[in-house]
């Protein structure tokens, strides 16, 4: 397993949103190319075709940057939050309305949780971001879990009780 295998989905994430949402793709390249270098520099193996990897990219990264133009940081914030924000509550929404929960909402928790880490480039997420991340790591995992043992599962959050209507 390559070293940088973790922080793969955030290159796909940038190949994939490139054209349509550049300043996401720009911060999920920057979250791999950053968490792709740690990853080398704490590993024992041989790190050398990832680094080559990391390069290429952050080169790509250099180009994604310029084309977004100046844009201040505050302002990409702002951005990203917003969008993350939109994917998880659309991410949300269809797993409680769909009408039989597949590995397709699973994968679409995980790629919500997997864009809420996108924050950690402006800092230390607030709390509020952190009950989000778990929250669509648990469904994630609790969705697998259910369609492996062939059972259907529980929609919503389990640790909030819905709304009266």
Not at 132 to 157: D, F, H, S, V
Request: proline share 4%; glycine share 4%; aromatic share 10%.
């Amino acid at each position: 397993m390559s070293v940088i295998a973790p922080v793969k989905p955030f290159f796909t994430y940038a190949a994939q949103m490139r054209t349509q949402v550049p300043i996401i793709a720009y911060h999920c390249k920057l979250y791999a190319v950053q968490k792709g270098l740690a990853l080398c520099k704490e590993s024992s193996q041989d790190t050398t075709d990832a680094k080559n990897y990391i390069i290429r990219e952050l080169e790509d990264l250099e180009a994604l940057k310029k084309s977004m133009g100046d844009v201040n940081k505050d302002d990409l914030k702002f951005n990203v939050e917003n969008f993350i924000l939109s994917v998880f509550a659309q991410v949300d929404k269809e797993e409680r309305t769909c009408e039989k929960v597949t590995k397709k909402n699973a994968i679409d928790f995980k790629r919500a949780g997997d864009f809420i880490m996108l924050l950690s480039l402006f800092g230390e997420m607030d709390e509020e971001w952190q009950k989000r991340k778990k929250y669509c790591t648990y469904k994630a995992g609790t969705i697998m879990k259910a369609l492996k043992a062939g059972q259907e599962p529980e929609r919503g959050n389990p640790f909030e009780p819905e709304p009266i209507k």
